[in-house]
């Protein structure tokens, strides 16, 4: 596999990992269970340092915070200090997220306002590709977010054969040239399960540059990654709005 520095500058921060978790494990904000999410936590940012992501950094920050968090809870209480009204050491954390998630729908609203307006402004079609156009608008779909797709990439590690010991298989894979096997599979189907790129894979070499190459292709807004709802199977299909339309 080859040294490849991927820039996460489109993806998800730490605050947004632990929204997703909440709401995967469908938790109360004011009550989080921390040694589960803790735990959780540190297995998606194992897997960050699998990949060499350069974001790790930031993610650390919060997994000090966490264990932090988790070390205040399992310590018994001080029985020589004056008894004071308990502080929940996850208050902050609760205030933090809310007020993010709360900045975080804000975003949303906007983008969704943006995007009615440009509505307003579409293109004339004709006849029969205004119909098409129109059956796959009533068709509703989730954009998949980073740690959506490093989750199905941990599954399918799991599924990856280990690489047999006698045979010596010498990996020539990059991530240049998964691209490129993605976007030419792509021309064949309209969309493709992310999970069946996986099974091509003959290692967990392999699949692994390939997760890397999806990441590009999305970071270059190329191709889309997307759920029929939330937390489903993840689809990749090319980004039409990115295409160059072909010549008259």
């Known amino acids: 596999m080859s040294s490849y520095k991927l820039r996460l500058d489109v993806f998800e921060g730490p605050l947004d990992l632990l929204l997703y978790l909440i709401k995967k494990n ?13 735990e959780q936590y540190m297995q998606y940012i194992e897997m960050m340092r699998l990949l060499d992501l350069d974001v790790v950094g930031d ?7 966490l264990l932090q968090i988790k070390s ?21 954390l ?5 007020e993010y998630k709360k900045f975080k729908q804000i975003a949303e609203d906007l983008q969704t ?16 590709t ?8 009533r068709e509703v779909y989730f954009e998949a ?4 797709l490093i989750n199905a990439l941990s599954n399918a590690l ?5 690489e047999v010991i006698h045979e010596i298989v010498k990996d020539n894979f990059t991530v240049e040239q998964k691209i490129h096997d993605v976007l030419h599979l792509l021309l064949d189907q309209p969309s493709i399960a992310l999970s069946q790129l996986f099974v091509k894979a003959r290692s967990k070499v392999e699949a692994i540059v390939t997760f890397l190459a999806v990441l590009e292709l999305i970071r270059l807004k190329e191709i889309k990654a997307i759920q029929k709802y939330l937390f489903g199977e993840i689809e990749v299909s090319r980004n039409t709005e990115n295409m160059i339309p072909p010549a008259i």
């Open 94 to 98: 609760a205030r933090r997220l809310l």
């Open 113 to 128: 306002r943006e995007a009615r307006r440009r509505d307003f402004f579409s293109r004339s079609v004709e006849p029969d």
């Open 26 to 38: 469908d938790i109360d904000i004011q009550d989080i269970p921390i040694l589960e999410i803790t």
């Open 59 to 65: 993610f650390l920050v919060m997994a000090a915070t």
């Open 72 to 92: 205040k809870m399992l310590l018994p209480p001080d029985p020589s200090e004056v008894e004071e009204e308990e502080i929940d050491p996850r208050e902050e």
């Open 130 to 137: 205004a119909d098409q156009l129109i059956l796959e608008s």
């Open 158 to 162: 799991k599924k990856v054969p280990e």
């Open 145 to 148: 977010n980073l740690f959506d």
